[in-house]
């Protein structure tokens, strides 16, 4: 019963964040996938020395999934670019690499533009009807049901 509730509970927060911050235990898990070994398994029987070999050896020559993902994107890539629309843009690896794809930073024009944007974006509020209210400029404050003008 509790693997469950364990299991729901990582679908909806995420789970690996620990993982993530450190970075030797992520290694850890990624040494004893690619040796079919369990975690505490591969902890008793690699000592210090050869831990610290296998992580320069990672550095040369990585291994396990990230490094998969980077050369089947390659290989996607290579295969949409045959197949593409000459007048189109050509693609790249990471954009067949879930979780890869990094969002395109917003470009205003205006500088007022990207102000209201920031102001409905973070604080939920809309400057230009603010303004149509007659403020010549908006005072933010915090209240208990978050920002308000």
Same mark, same amino acid.
């Given at each position: ?9 990582? +679908? ?12 030797? #235990? ?5 040494? +004893? ?5 369990? %975690? ?8 210090? %020395? ?24 390659? &290989? ?18 990471? =954009? ?9 930073? %917003? #470009?205003?024009? =205006? ?6 944007? &920031?102001?409905?974006? &973070?604080f939920g509020i809309d400057l230009v009807k603010a303004k149509a209210k007659g403020r010549k400029r908006v ?8 920002? #308000? &003008?």
């Open positions: 019963m509790r693997a469950r509730k364990r299991s729901r509970r990582c +679908a909806n927060e995420g789970c690996g964040k620990k993982l993530r911050r450190h970075p030797e #235990q992520l290694f850890w898990h990624r040494l +004893a996938l690619a040796l079919g070994k369990s %975690v505490a398994r591969a902890k008793r029987e690699i000592d210090s %020395v050869e831990f610290a070999h296998w992580m320069a050896y990672y550095n040369i020559e990585p291994f396990g999934t990230p490094i998969e993902n980077l050369r089947m994107g390659i &290989v996607a890539s290579t295969m949409a670019n045959i197949h593409r629309d000459p007048k189109r843009p050509a693609f790249a690896p990471a =954009d067949f690499i879930p979780g890869e794809r990094k969002a395109e930073p %917003v #470009q205003f024009d =205006d500088p007022k533009d990207e102000a209201r944007f &920031v102001a409905l974006s &973070v005072k933010l404050k915090r209240g208990a049901s978050g920002w #308000q &003008v």
